[in-house]
């Protein structure tokens, strides 16, 4: 059994992956606002040694936390969650997709905060803009069993190396870069709050990432207010009956920005 929050994307957003490759049961518990989960909450998940339950072995964080708005979780934290994993012989895997955009967010290396885990991933595409591509890191022993699963679905590539020449140019040139995308979010968002329609959420944008809601009361959804930008050129991420995501990258510079603004006036005022 694997122990994560409700909002976690292994849990949402892989197609049940978990269970119907991995064979492992998930257990979830509530996610915090701030992307956390509560040690107390860890701490009772944990299953005792009794054969009607399932045995716990892994727990998993998200950093930065894409469904809590792209928050980073700090390495105190992730710490304390490691040490819990460890006393009771399970393992700690970060889901760390976005590890980097954590770094420059929380000013602290991306080593320091994955030093207590046993293993990471991260994207070499999304911010890093790497067209593919994700890496999983562990010790050598946990890479050679990950090789041979990754073997046995499929996943087994012999050019690799055209595949990884762009990821060795992501890491080279895009992570020092990922402040200006966190800063071009604050402005994003600091514009679009002007707009009575909308409604930044929850101490959205820690990051890259924009969380937005429609005004409930004006009988549009997000999916027709969508439709309306894509027809002016600007294509917005729907993740709710009333909501959007807009994510930065290197793709999207200051015009970008002015340009979605302007565009999201237009829409709402007619
Ligand atoms: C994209 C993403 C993943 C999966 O990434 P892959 O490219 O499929 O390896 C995992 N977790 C989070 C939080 C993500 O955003």
Aim: some cysteine; proline content about 3%.
């Amino acid at each position: 059994e694997v122990i994560m929050g409700t909002m976690a994307h292994t849990f949402l957003f892989e197609g049940g992956g978990v269970s119907a490759l991995g064979g492992v049961h998930p257990h979830t518990i509530p996610n915090q606002p701030d992307g956390t989960v509560k040690i107390s909450d860890i701490e009772s998940a944990i299953r005792g040694n009794d054969i009607h339950f399932p045995s716990s072995r892994l727990i998993i964080l998200e950093n930065t936390h894409n469904r809590c708005g792209g928050v980073p979780i700090t390495a105190s934290y992730t710490a304390q969650v490691a040490q819990i994993a460890h006393i009771n012989g399970m393992r700690l895997h970060m889901d760390g997709a976005r590890i980097f955009n954590a770094s420059a967010a929380l000013m602290v290396s991306a080593k320091a905060l994955v030093d207590s885990v046993d293993s990471v991933t991260f994207c070499l595409s999304k911010g890093l803009c790497a067209p593919v591509g994700s890496v999983l890191c562990g010790s050598e022993e946990f890479i050679f069993t990950a090789k041979r699963i990754r073997k046995q679905l499929g996943g087994g590539m012999r050019q690799a190396g055209i595949i990884a020449a762009a990821g060795i140019v992501a890491l080279e040139t895009m992570i020092d870069r990922l402040g200006e995308d966190h800063d071009r979010a604050k402005r994003l968002s600091v514009e679009l709050s002007k707009i009575d329609a909308l409604r930044i959420d929850v101490n959205s944008p820690y990051t890259n990432m924009l969380f937005l809601s429609l005004d409930h009361e004006m009988g549009r959804t997000a999916r027709e207010i969508a439709i309306k930008m894509k027809e002016q050129g600007i294509l917005i991420g729907v993740v709710g009956e009333y909501q959007f995501r807009l994510v930065m990258h290197f793709g999207i510079d200051d015009l970008g920005i002015a340009r979605t603004v302007e565009t999201f006036r237009r829409v709402f005022s007619t």
